[in-house]
């Protein structure tokens, strides 16, 4: 697991870290620009050439050694007014001492710029010029090489929309490096205007900020990935994200309250040892006739997953239909509420699983408050969740410590809808509220742990723990979104959760397994696809 941080934590770390006399502001801003600027050659080795000869320059050769034929390579380099700008100056800095030809720009006022900031503005004013941030940008970056963002990085507080021209180039040049026909574009900790906390952009209300907001190739970021990196615009806006390490040691221990993870591949979860009913039992509710393949496709992951048995329980109605197509999954009949309570009296049927195409009605609240009841290991999803959309209070009172519900941003929007308008107001300032501060106070207010969908799930717990499964970047998977794979998300909850994983361990492994099975499926996935992945997926985890 890797920590994410907010702006104001990062903040704190370099803070402590300058109090503590270990190190200096501009030592740290030095060690960031080095970092932009090995990871600029780390990721594009052929930059690293000069121009024309390609004949094995070094990255450290300076102009005089080019040879006669050798250009060299051009970057435009555009400075902010605060330290992310600093750090602006000390890549220009470097990029010139390897022999490129460097254009700076400043937005912002070089008398304001803050003390480190101020003292790399002056080292590159030694020997070369800084234009206020215009227009000129478009014709200087021509024919450049690359183009770095640092203008804004965790210190934006409000919109960036100024130059709107030269941010709608660099959103282009983002795509057209691609083919070679452009700069490419590096932001420096965070594409400019957007929120290193929540990766909204800001003052972008109703409009798409992917049209003419700065993108960029690849971000680098320093000492921890941040928030904004991988929730909702910013982890499409980055690029990619390498983080480089300044320097800085963390002196809070990972996973408390306050901090958030990013899920790593889970060790823990073999199935070694014991006899079917050690590894649970789970129980999923099918919806009657015609509505009953989504508590299958979860039977079927739970099952895959490792659950020692499941059960699916069927309305009359749809006996039949599960009965063809069930096998290793047993079936058992269960009309309403007082026979859901008989059945479970069976203590050995540890966790239920109740949505997936329940339907909507009294009778499904029913169910649902009859399970909660029994406080036992409990998955609500879809409909179970829906179903309390005119009054969202009574199943909170009936939630408890061990369940977990999995809304997508509509039923997260029926629950809770006064999150969901402050999540989806149009950001104006930084930090904006974010997908992580909305899924924490749900699950406070819902008393249990919510997973709340999408490609940047986040998932948290009424304490405050959190975690955010990313499917970006090298783990983008979008044919995920497919009809289905919900139903299969919530099976591997409630089978971890049969198997004794904890409501929030459920949910992360669950979570992190889910991206790869569809992973290892790849496009043309359909929901069905996902358990039959999870043998392959656990050889290569190493999870027995
Ligand atoms: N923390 C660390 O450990 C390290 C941090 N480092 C680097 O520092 C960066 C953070 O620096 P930072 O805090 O100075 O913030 P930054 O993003 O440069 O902007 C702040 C300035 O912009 C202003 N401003 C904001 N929004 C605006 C707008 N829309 N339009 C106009 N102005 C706006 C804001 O004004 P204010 O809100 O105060 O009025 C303030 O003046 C970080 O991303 C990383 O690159 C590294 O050097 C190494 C270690
Ligand atoms: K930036």
Not at 117 to 139: G, H, M, T
Not at 535 to 542: C, G, S, Y
């Amino acid at each position: 697991m890797t920590e994410l941080l907010t702006a104001a934590q990062m903040q704190a770390i370099e803070q402590a870290a300058i109090a503590s006399g270990e190190v200096t502001g501009l030592e740290l801003m030095e060690r960031a620009g080095q970092g932009v600027v090995e990871a600029i050659f780390e990721e594009w080795p052929e930059l690293a050439q000069p121009v024309e000869s390609g004949r094995g320059a070094s990255p450290s050769r300076s102009p005089e050694y080019l040879g006669k034929d050798d250009a060299p390579r051009r970057a435009v380099v555009l400075c902010g007014p605060g330290n992310n700008g600093g750090d602006g100056f000390v890549v220009a800095r470097l990029l010139k001492e390897r022999g490129w030809a460097v254009e700076v720009f400043l937005y912002g006022e070089p008398e304001k710029l803050p003390p480190d900031a101020k003292v790399n503005y002056e080292r590159w004013r030694e020997s070369d010029a800084v234009r206020p941030l215009c227009e000129e940008v478009i014709d200087a970056g021509e024919d450049a090489d690359l183009a770095v963002d640092a203008v804004f990085g965790t210190g934006l507080t409000r919109p960036f929309l100024d130059h709107g021209e030269v941010q709608s180039e660099l959103n282009l040049w983002q795509a057209a490096s691609r083919r070679g026909a452009a700069p490419r574009v590096v932001a420096v900790d965070m594409p400019s205007g957007a929120c290193a906390d929540s990766g909204l952009y800001l003052g972008y209300a109703g409009e798409n900020p992917f049209d003419s907001a700065v993108m960029a190739n690849f971000t680098v970021s320093f000492h921890r990935a941040k928030l904004g990196q991988f929730l909702s615009d910013g982890a499409v806006a980055c690029g990619k994200v390498v983080v480089k390490d300044i320097g800085l040691v963390d002196r809070d221990s990972p996973a408390v309250p306050g901090e958030v993870v990013t899920l790593a591949a889970p060790s823990a979860g073999g199935k070694a040892f014991g006899h079917k009913y050690s590894h649970g039992h789970a129980l999923l509710l099918s919806g009657g006739h015609g509505r009953t393949g989504a508590a299958r496709l979860a039977a079927r992951g739970a099952l895959r997953i490792g659950a020692g048995l499941v059960t699916v329980g069927s309305p009359r109605s749809a006996m039949m239909e599960n009965a063809y197509q069930l096998t290793a999954i047993m079936l058992r009949q269960i009309d309403g509420p007082n026979e859901l309570d008989q059945l479970l009296e069976d203590r050995r049927i540890n966790a239920v699983c109740l949505g997936p195409g329940l339907g909507l009605g009294a009778e499904t609240q029913m169910l649902v408050m009859s399970v909660l009841k029994q406080e036992r290991g409990t998955v609500l999803d879809a409909d179970a969740l829906t179903q309390f959309e005119q009054n969202p209070g009574v199943l909170f009172e009936a939630l408890h410590g061990n369940c977990v519900i999995t809304p997508h941003g509509g039923e997260f929007a029926r629950l809770f809808p006064d999150l969901d308008e402050k999540l989806n107001a149009p950001a104006t300032t930084g930090p904006a509220y974010s997908k992580v501060d909305a899924t924490r106070e749900a699950a406070k207010r819902a008393g249990c742990v919510v997973l709340f969908k999408g490609p940047d799930t986040v998932i948290a717990a009424p304490n405050g723990c959190c975690s955010v499964n990313s499917a970006h970047y090298q783990r983008s998977a979008p044919w995920l979104a497919t009809a289905g794979s919900g139903d299969v998300l919530a099976g591997f909850i409630i089978g971890l959760m049969a198997r004794g994983l904890s409501p929030m361990q459920a949910a992360e492994t669950a979570a992190y397994l889910h991206v790869e099975c569809a992973l290892n499926f790849g496009p043309g996935l359909i929901a069905e696809d996902l358990p039959e992945q999870i043998p392959t997926v656990l050889r290569r985890l190493d999870i027995p």
